[in-house]
C-alpha cells in the first residue's frame, strides 16, 4: 500500500519495550503481510521482511484491546483503533466524504490488527502498548480540566508585580456607588424592610407592638402568652 515507508526499526533510544516478530497485520479487512510489531514509548511501528512499514503515533490511538473472540476474527489478537485514514482508503474516501458530510466533521477511523504467531505474547503485548500509552495523554483532557478566569499569582504579587485584587468595606463600597446604584440599594432596602415588617402583622400570632427590645441581636417578645390561645382549636375545613 502507498502509505507503507522505509524507516530504521525503533530501539532503546525511542524507548522500545516491546518487540514482537512474526507478527501479521491487517487493516481494515487487508493483509498488510507478516513482520516484526514495535512497541516503543514514542510510537508504535510494525515492518515486514522487506523494511517497508508504517508508525502510528499515540494521541491517535482511541482504542486498543486483546481480541479472543472468534466469531469476529478467526485469530487471536491485538486490536487497535486508530483515528485516521490510511493507504489507499484515504485518497478514495475524500470525495466521497466532501459530499456526503455537512455542517458536522466526522473523525475518520482505522482498525489494525496485529496478530502474532505466538498468541501469549498478546497480554506482553497490551500491557506495554498501555504503558506507553499512559506516556502520551488527551491534551483535550488537560484541558478540561484548566480554569478560563483569571488566575491570582501570589508568588508575583508578593514580589510587587502585577495587578493586586481591590476589597472594599462595606462603608468604602457605597462611597464608590454611582448615583443609580445608590438608588437602587436604597429601593432593595426599603423592600426588605417591608418583608420584614410583615411577618409580624399575622393576626392572633405576633404584632410589632408585641417586639419591645433587641438583646443581643435577638428580638425579645414581652406580650403575655394567652392561655389556651392554640389549644383544641378548631380548624375550618
Partial sequence: MSFLRSFPPPGSAQGLRQQQPDTEAVLNGKDLGTGTLYIAESRLSWLDGSGLGFSLEYPTISLHAVSRDLNAYPREHLYVMVNAKFGEESKES?????????????EPIAEFRFVPSDKSALEALFTAMCECQALHPDPEDEDSDDYDGDEYDVEAHEQGQGDIPTFYTYEEGLSHLTAEGQATLERLEGMLSQSVSSQYNMAGVRTEDSITDYEDGMEVDTTPTVAGQFE???VDH
Fill in 94 to 106: 475524500v470525495a466521497d466524504e466532501e459530499e456526503e458530510e455537512s455542517d458536522d466533521d466526522i
Fill in 232 to 234: 383544641d382549636a378548631d
